[in-house]
T-cell receptor, first 114, second 114 residues
């Protein structure tokens, strides 16, 4: 069975400082991994996805994530936070060869301080 | 504009009543999905449909029903059998039925049972 753990339920950063949102997964197979962002009372928007190509994945709005198989991690980073980045972020894992089992993490709420 | 629409945005229901949430997409996607989101939790899959006139149960299908009579529409009925229906409901679609495809989300419907 697969699972995904977002290590921080809340992260606060100051505007202009780096962002790190941590995600660890467990999966029996080589997974596909996604990061989604959700602004208040809105649907989810895809930030980026990893599907066994390059391990460093670049997404929208300056975000990127690195797939590290040895650490079973897929942390999301951004060099410089903007006020508009304040939102909830979800890490999602889908193992390959599965019966379409998609698992969401519990989310990380990002606060950006002026 | 292509996208996914959900209506209504807010819905109130009395205990014991069935209620139907609408989801429409004009992206010409084959697959559609319904998720439930509770505070502090990630999304959980209720039902999904990979093709017209076919749908499959997700992780928490009990107390819910769906239909897929048209490609662009995937309504969700929350029945009186659902013990705790108050939640935020999100509809999504993807171009094919593969879960590794990018899913595009609607803005959601917040259901409150009075």
């Amino acid at each position: 069975a697969q699972s995904v753990t977002q290590l921080d339920s809340h992260v606060s950063v100051s505007e202009g400082t780096p962002v790190l949102l941590r995600c660890n997964y467990s999966s029996s197979y080589s997974p596909s991994l996604f990061w989604y962002v959700q602004h208040p009372n809105k649907g989810l928007q895809l930030l980026l996805k990893y599907t066994s190509a390059a391990t460093l994945v670049k997404g929208i709005n300056g975000f990127e994530a690195e797939f590290k198989k040895s650490e079973t991690s897929f942390h999301l980073t951004k060099p410089s936070a903007h006020m508009s980045d304040a939102a909830e972020y979800f890490c999602v894992v889908i193992p390959s060869g599965s019966a379409r089992q998609l698992t969401f993490g519990s989310g990380t709420q990002l606060t950006v301080l002026p | 504009d292509g996208g996914i629409t959900q209506s209504p945005k807010y819905l109130f229901r009395k205990e014991g009543q069935n209620v139907t949430l609408s989801c429409e997409q004009n992206l010409n996607h084959d697959a559609m999905y319904w998720y439930r989101q509770d505070p502090g939790q990630g999304l959980r899959l209720i039902y999904y449909s990979q093709i017209v006139n076919d749908f499959q149960k997700g992780d928490i299908a009990e107390g819910y029903s769906v239909s897929r009579e048209k490609k662009e529409s995937f309504p969700l009925t929350v029945t009186s059998a659902q013990k705790n229906p108050t939640a935020f409901y999100l509809c999504a679609s993807s171009s094919t039925g593969g879960f590794t495809d990018t899913q595009y989300f609607g803005p959601g419907t917040r259901l409150t049972v009075l």
